[in-house]
T-cell receptor, first 114, second 114 residues
Framework: DARVTQTPRHKVTEMGQEVTMRCQPI?????VFWYRQTMMQGLELLAY????????DSGMPKDRFSAEMPDATLATLKIQPSEPRDSAVYFC????????????FGQGTRLTVV | AQSVAQPEDQVNVAEGNPLTVKCTYS??????LFWYVQYPNRGLQFLLK????DNLVKGSYGFEAEFNKSQTSFHLKKPSALVSDSALYFC????????????WGAGTKLIIKP
């Protein structure tokens, strides 16, 4: 049963610390999305990759967030330094490129910055 | 500005009764339309999509959705609700000129009472 795997599932960290979230997309998928979900803002697209190239990171705070795909099996989202307002659930999703295709979501990383 | 509206924050339905979760959109052209479901502490799961053709689309878990072009609506339906259908439901719309951008509704919490 193919699925998107995210680690860690939960993360509590102190303000100012670096946070790294990892995602293993479904084998064969060539697009990766990073979303942030909060009660106030709902789902926000942070970054979009196709064939491992970052095509859209306009949703990310550039000064503290970074997203990479070192290889086809790993996507990372880093926050440095973390702030309490970064507390949210971060989802990774993967899919096949195309305007009519759906995305498959991981279970998310619940981040709490204290 | 393009937008997706889910006018009901919460929908309550008795088990066995039909359910409808509403979605309307303001997106130019003939966009692609999606429904996703989110169970507690889980990622979003794809339910169904409208690409073209028959206005009634069938999806997972017995759900279906009806596309109405004149009303720019894509309401999610199920003939007989189950308690296990209780979850958060998201409508999402992708403009035809985009390969990846999704405009998300705010979500509707569906509660099925035994």
């Amino acid at each position: 049963d193919a699925r998107v795997t995210q680690t860690p599932r939960h993360k509590v960290t102190e303000m100012g610390q670096e946070v790294t979230m990892r995602c293993q997309p479904i084998l064969g998928h060539n697009t990766v999305f990073w979303y942030r979900q909060t009660m106030m803002q709902g789902l926000e697209l942070l970054a979009y990759f196709r064939n491992r190239a970052p095509l859209d990171d306009s949703g990310m705070p550039k000064d503290r967030f970074s997203a990479e795909m070192p290889d086809a099996t790993l996507a990372t989202l880093k926050i440095q330094p973390s702030e309490p307002r970064d507390s949210a659930v971060y989802f990774c999703a993967s899919g096949l490129a195309g305007s009519n295709t759906e995305a498959f979501f991981g279970q998310g990383t619940r981040l709490t910055v204290v | 500005a393009q937008s997706v509206a889910q006018p009901e924050d919460q929908v309550n339905v008795a088990e066995g009764n039909p359910l409808t979760v509403k979605c309307t959109y303001s997106v130019s052209g003939n966009p692609y339309l999606f429904w996703y479901v989110q169970y507690p502490n889980r990622g979003l799961q794809f339910l169904l999509k409208y690409i073209t053709g028959d206005n009634l689309v069938k999806g997972s878990y017995g759900f279906e959705a009806e596309f109405n072009k004149s009303q720019t609506s894509f309401h999610l339906k199920k003939p007989s609700a189950l308690v296990s259908d209780s979850a958060l439901y998201f409508c999402a719309v992708r403009p035809r000129d985009s390969n990846y951008q999704l405009i998300w509704g705010a979500g509707t919490k569906l509660i099925i009472k035994p």
